[in-house]
């Protein structure tokens, strides 16, 4: 498994990325790059149960591993949700799981930097490589103002 790099650097306060990056409906706003009409159920409190999904319901069961307010989050996925059904023990989700994907925010030239660490398994890496930069230039323009 390949761990892949991504940073922005948002002219916006911390609180400000880090609220927009993880609160509806701003949530749904910037992941629709990934998946249009992508969201999430569960809590990102840490130690808490989320499940990122598409508009069908499937997608992914994680957990958060560490969450500091405007600082630092960590999500550490499980497994997958397939029609209504979480997979966490079948041996196609026991050759990745668990990755993790983590968020580092801090203050940088009277904005925010943006880093953005994320594992990556199979055939995700090129869609990844590709879809992150257009992610964070979305999250971007949000937290800019310049986005609605």
Same mark, same amino acid.
């Given at each position: ?48 149960? =989320? #499940?990122? %999904?598409?508009?069908?319901? &499937? +997608? ?5 591993? @560490?969450?500091?307010? *405007?600082?630092?989050?960590? =999500? #550490?996925? %499980?497994?997958?949700?397939? &029609? +209504? ?5 079948? @041996?196609?989700?026991? *050759? ?12 940088? +030239? ?39």
């Amino acid at each position: 498994m390949k761990t892949q790099h991504f940073e922005i650097l948002i002219q916006a306060p911390r609180e400000r990325v880090w609220t927009t990056m993880l609160q509806s409906p701003t949530y749904e706003q910037w992941t629709s790059t990934f998946c249009e009409g992508s969201r999430f159920e569960g809590s990102w409190d840490q130690g808490q149960a =989320i #499940r990122f %999904l598409d508009p069908a319901g &499937n +997608g992914m069961v994680s957990e958060i591993a @560490e969450h500091r307010p *405007a600082e630092f989050v960590s =999500i #550490r996925h %499980l497994g997958f949700i397939e &029609n +209504g059904k979480e997979d966490t023990t079948s @041996e196609a989700v026991r *050759a990745w799981a668990p990755c993790h994907e983590n968020y580092s925010f801090s203050d940088e +030239g009277g904005g925010t930097r943006l880093r953005v660490d994320t594992d990556v398994f199979g055939d995700y890496e090129e869609m990844m490589a590709r879809t992150w930069p257009l992610a964070l230039e979305s999250l971007k323009a949000l937290c800019e103002g310049t986005k609605r």
